[in-house]
């Protein structure tokens, strides 16, 4: 069996990229703002409860794991909305 390129179902990226309308402009953006303010939350929720673990001595993966996560998505999203 031979696979040709790397995609297994024919699909290509386009040629160049869509245009979107003013309005889906918006809805990006603020989609993309509000993920991010959502994400910001979850890293502080992350962070706190790291700390509150940590003050007793305990090592709190899913909460670092939390902080971490949130703080990269946050900066994600908050980087496509910076370019919409």
Same mark, same amino acid.
């Given at each position: 069996?031979?696979?040709?390129?790397?995609?297994?179902?024919?699909?290509?990226?386009?040629?160049?990229?869509?245009?979107?309308?003013?309005?889906?402009?918006?809805?990006?953006? /603020?989609?993309?703002?509000?993920?991010?303010?959502?994400?910001? =939350?979850?890293? !502080?929720? *992350?962070? &706190?409860?790291?700390? #509150?673990?940590?003050?007793?001595?305990?090592?709190?993966? /899913?909460?670092?794991?939390?902080?971490?996560?949130?703080?990269? =998505?946050?900066? !994600?999203? *908050?980087? &496509?909305?910076?370019? #919409?």
């Amino acid at each position: 069996m031979m696979i040709r390129g790397h995609h297994l179902s024919g699909w290509r990226r386009p040629e160049k990229p869509v245009e979107l309308t003013e309005s889906q402009r918006a809805y990006k953006w /603020l989609f993309c703002l509000i993920a991010c303010a959502v994400c910001a =939350m979850v890293a !502080v929720w *992350g962070f &706190i409860w790291a700390a #509150a673990a940590a003050s007793h001595g305990v090592l709190s993966v /899913l909460h670092l794991a939390a902080m971490l996560i949130g703080s990269l =998505m946050a900066y !994600v999203f *908050g980087d &496509i909305a910076e370019r #919409a």
